[in-house]
């Protein structure tokens, strides 16, 4: 009796404690998560995966392919670069980053230079998912390199009051990728008309016209144009051609900022689909002769219900991949999926 009662008593005064000493996780806020990113990059730099904390059980993907922490990148980074976006997403302990490195060369003193979309899963101030996706593109990574900094909307807070919800802002976005796959030119496109968008870091939207050149006309052209404005590109529905984009893959919200950042694929099955009709009645045929996809990266600024900046670094990828992150199922949806919390 005396053995029980001093057990039951022990195990009381653990009962008290274990809380504290069990579940109380180190919240990592904003300043915290970003900083993972730098350790992390850091520590693939050096090719040293003990240099940051990551749990024995991470994840790690590297376009769509699942690796060994180690192994892909962490043999060939050489140096971060300058270009850095964020989208921080602290109730969820997830980061989501855009940004240019460098990596090996032929010539030892050279470097390589590429783009990196990457994801960071936090808990407890320990990584337990890494995906990333390196575009390795030198024209393209040379464009976004020299802009130095992302555009000054992506950075500034909305006012408190106007704040959307994490669901909103994600409905919203996903009306972009449901827009172009439906693009037939009468959807719900909520665009701001101040909406630009960079893709590898080419304007493909507003561009200014090259000397000599004349403005296509909607009413007439074939393929859509980048000297179009956002709206003008869905409303031409000459983006038809583009006749799946799946694994929509929502893997980061900041709402003090209102920036969304997606993870999918766009594909073109080519055949039939390349061929369709747009508002006006007439007849086109555009896009990808072959099957193609397109593995993206994709983050949008979005305040009073509207999308004000889209930011997307991509890449060719097999056709029908996935992101290694998705089920079969998944994978070949065309639904929405946040996985914030996931």
């Known amino acids: 009796m ?36 730098d350790r992390y990059l850091d520590a693939v730099v050096a090719n040293n995966p003990a240099a940051v904390p990551i749990a024995p059980t991470a994840k790690f993907t590297e376009d769509g392919q699942r690796l060994v922490i180690g192994d892909g990148l962490w043999n060939t980074m050489k140096a971060k670069g300058k270009y850095r976006l964020f989208v921080t997403d602290v109730p969820a302990g997830q980061v989501a980053f855009i940004g240019t490195i460098e990596e090996d060369h032929r010539d030892a003193d050279k470097g390589t230079a590429a783009l990196i979309a990457l994801r960071l899963k936090v808990e407890n101030k320990i990584i337990t998912q890494i995906e990333q996706i390196v575009v390795r593109d030198e024209k393209a990574a040379a464009n976004v390199e020299k802009a130095g900094s992302p555009r000054p909307a992506f950075l500034k807070a909305v006012p408190a009051a106007s704040r959307m919800s994490r669901a909103d802002l994600i409905k919203t976005a996903n009306k972009y990728f449901t827009g172009m796959q439906n693009n037939d030119g009468k959807g719900d496109y909520p665009f701001a008309d101040d909406c630009n968008r960079f ?144």
């Open 2 to 37: 005396q053995v029980k009662t001093i057990f039951k008593v022990l195990t009381l005064g653990l009962a008290v404690q274990m809380p504290a000493l069990v579940f109380a996780a180190e919240a990592c806020d904003r300043s915290c998560l970003e900083s993972m990113v």
């Open 199 to 342: 893709e590898n870091g080419g304007l493909t939207t507003n561009a200014p016209l090259k000397e000599g050149q004349t403005r296509p006309d909607p009413k007439t052209s074939t393929n859509y144009s980048a000297n179009w404005s956002c709206m003008e590109q869905f409303k031409s529905g000459l983006l038809h051609f583009v006749h799946r984009i799946r694994d929509r893959r929502f893997v980061a919200v900041d709402e003090e900022r209102g920036i969304v950042f997606a993870f999918g694929f766009f594909d073109h099955t080519g055949g039939a689909t390349r061929t369709f009709q747009v508002p006006d009645g007439r007849t086109v045929t555009s896009g990808p002769v072959q099957p193609w996809t397109w593995q993206i990266a994709e983050l949008f600024k979005v305040e009073g219900g509207k999308l004000h900046e889209i930011e997307a670094i991509l890449q060719r990828s097999p056709y029908g991949m996935s992101s290694g992150w998705s089920n079969w199922d998944q994978g070949m949806s065309d639904q929405m999926r946040d996985v914030t919390h996931e």
